[in-house]
């Protein structure tokens, strides 16, 4: 029944139509329709439990009990809330991990680099702070070369100064490499920092979209960003004048 279809597409890096998933006969997601374009960054917002996840698991391939269309493209890597890192490789062998053919070292240290983990290429996992986990989780998904770039609230555990500086390389790297990137996140301030567009999710589908025409670096204090962020709070479902009290 299902009509998954993985291929590298030209005019949009991701295209989703009719995109449907259900778990024990419940539809978790649910006639979803997406477009990202090529170099696009796009954020997406939604209560816990309405899909996101499932979507981006299914946009990296990790799941393809589906019904619908999820066209990809073939280069595209994920990073998850929790790095993933396994314990008993050094930083640069986990980068490397699952990498086709043999891969040496030196393909490492350039995106080690990117990400201000060069000099912890040696250690150990087990050795590093939560937000240099991260940042050799992304460097993994970046030894790719992905077009499209998929984060399932990758910052989501850093506390509050490691996750303003892992936005911000993330931020840089997008801007570097031009690959589309799509978002997870409970964080509405994240994602108007970043995004191009932001997606609200409810029950398995797209049901609001904001385009964010603000110039980058884009700052808390600007009254526009204010002005975004309280509306898509309100389309959350929470009063941002309470939340700010
Ligand atoms: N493998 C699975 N088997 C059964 N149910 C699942 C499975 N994966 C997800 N679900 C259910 O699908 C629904 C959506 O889950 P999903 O993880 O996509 O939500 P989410 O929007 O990412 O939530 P959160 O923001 O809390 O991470 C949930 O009710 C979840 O319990």
């Given at each position: 029944m299902a009509t998954d279809v993985h291929r590298p597409v030209t005019k949009s890096a991701v295209h989703v139509e009719g995109l449907a998933r259900a778990f024990d006969g419940r539809a978790v997601i649910d006639g979803l329709r997406l477009d990202i374009a090529p170099g696009e960054f796009v954020a997406l917002l939604g209560r816990s439990g309405c899909g996101k996840s499932t979507l981006l698991r299914i946009l990296a391939g990790?799941?393809?009990?589906?019904q619908g269309t999820a066209l990809v493209p073939r280069r595209r890597a994920v990073a998850f809330q929790a790095p993933r890192l396994m314990p008993w490789k050094k930083v640069w062998r986990n980068v490397l991990?699952?990498?086709?053919?043999?891969?040496?070292?030196?393909?490492t240290e350039r995106v080690l680099d990117e990400v201000g983990l060069g000099h912890r290429a040696d250690a150990w996992p087990k050795t590093l702070s939560g937000g240099e986990a991260q940042r050799a989780s992304l460097a993994r998904a970046l030894v790719r070369e992905p077009d499209l770039l998929l984060l399932d609230?990758?910052?989501?555990?850093?506390?509050a100064l490691t996750r303003i500086k892992a936005q911000r390389l993330v931020g840089e790297v997008w801007q570097r490499r031009g690959c589309a990137v799509l978002l997870v996140t409970h964080d509405v301030e994240e994602a108007v920092l970043l995004a191009d567009r932001v997606l609200v999710m409810d029950a398995g589908r797209i049901v609001h979209e904001q385009r964010v025409d603000l110039d980058r670096p884009r700052g808390i204090t600007d009254p526009r960003f204010a002005a975004l962020r309280a509306a898509l709070l309100e389309r959350l479902g929470v009063d941002a004048a309470a939340e700010a009290a």
């Amino acid at each position: 029944m299902a009509t998954d279809v993985h291929r590298p597409v030209t005019k949009s890096a991701v295209h989703v139509e009719g995109l449907a998933r259900a778990f024990d006969g419940r539809a978790v997601i649910d006639g979803l329709r997406l477009d990202i374009a090529p170099g696009e960054f796009v954020a997406l917002l939604g209560r816990s439990g309405c899909g996101k996840s499932t979507l981006l698991r299914i946009l990296a391939g990790l799941d393809r009990d589906i019904q619908g269309t999820a066209l990809v493209p073939r280069r595209r890597a994920v990073a998850f809330q929790a790095p993933r890192l396994m314990p008993w490789k050094k930083v640069w062998r986990n980068v490397l991990l699952g990498l086709p053919g043999r891969p040496e070292r030196a393909v490492t240290e350039r995106v080690l680099d990117e990400v201000g983990l060069g000099h912890r290429a040696d250690a150990w996992p087990k050795t590093l702070s939560g937000g240099e986990a991260q940042r050799a989780s992304l460097a993994r998904a970046l030894v790719r070369e992905p077009d499209l770039l998929l984060l399932d609230e990758p910052f989501g555990a850093l506390d509050a100064l490691t996750r303003i500086k892992a936005q911000r390389l993330v931020g840089e790297v997008w801007q570097r490499r031009g690959c589309a990137v799509l978002l997870v996140t409970h964080d509405v301030e994240e994602a108007v920092l970043l995004a191009d567009r932001v997606l609200v999710m409810d029950a398995g589908r797209i049901v609001h979209e904001q385009r964010v025409d603000l110039d980058r670096p884009r700052g808390i204090t600007d009254p526009r960003f204010a002005a975004l962020r309280a509306a898509l709070l309100e389309r959350l479902g929470v009063d941002a004048a309470a939340e700010a009290a």
